[in-house]
Nanobody, 127 residues
Framework: QVRLIESGGGSVQAGGSLRLSCSISGFTRGFVGWFRQTLNQDREGVAAVAIGSAPNPTYAASVKGRFTISFDNAANTLYLQMNNLQPEDTAIYYC?????????????????????WGQGTQVTVSS
């Protein structure tokens, strides 16, 4: 059984940093990533990485240079280091995993068929 459990959300002021964690069990190969959603908007891909193959970290343009995704194989934990946070980064952040997507860009851009999701963690950035 695949389980994804996020932690690390919270409230910060603009320019601050947070690190999100996602403990992953029962999943060993495919794409894993972070998505975010605000009220009345579609879920947006933030960053993704492959596990069980070459990582190929991939980012949305809006976070490139500020966010870093990584996967600790020993701990089976996915991280998202978020620096220079801005109010527009405010959202619920979800960890996701899927073994079937063939392309990491498509995984980020079209998350509708992703099989496994965490419960989400709130990130709030104040100006």
């Amino acid at each position: 059984q695949v389980r994804l459990i996020e932690s690390g959300g919270g409230s910060v002021q603009a320019g601050g940093s947070l690190r999100l964690s996602c403990s992953i069990s029962g999943f060993t190969r495919g794409f894993v990533g972070w998505f975010r959603q605000t009220l009345n908007q579609d879920r947006e891909g933030v960053a993704a990485v492959a596990i069980g193959s070459a990582p190929n970290p991939t980012y949305a343009a809006s976070v490139k240079g500020r966010f870093t995704i990584s996967f600790d194989n020993a701990a089976n934990t996915l991280y998202l280091q978020m620096n220079n946070l801005q109010p527009e980064d405010t959202a619920i952040y979800y960890c996701a995993a899927d073994p079937f997507y063939g392309d990491i860009q498509y995984f980020l851009l079209a998350p509708g068929k992703i099989v496994y999701w965490g419960q989400g963690t709130q990130v709030t950035v104040s100006s």
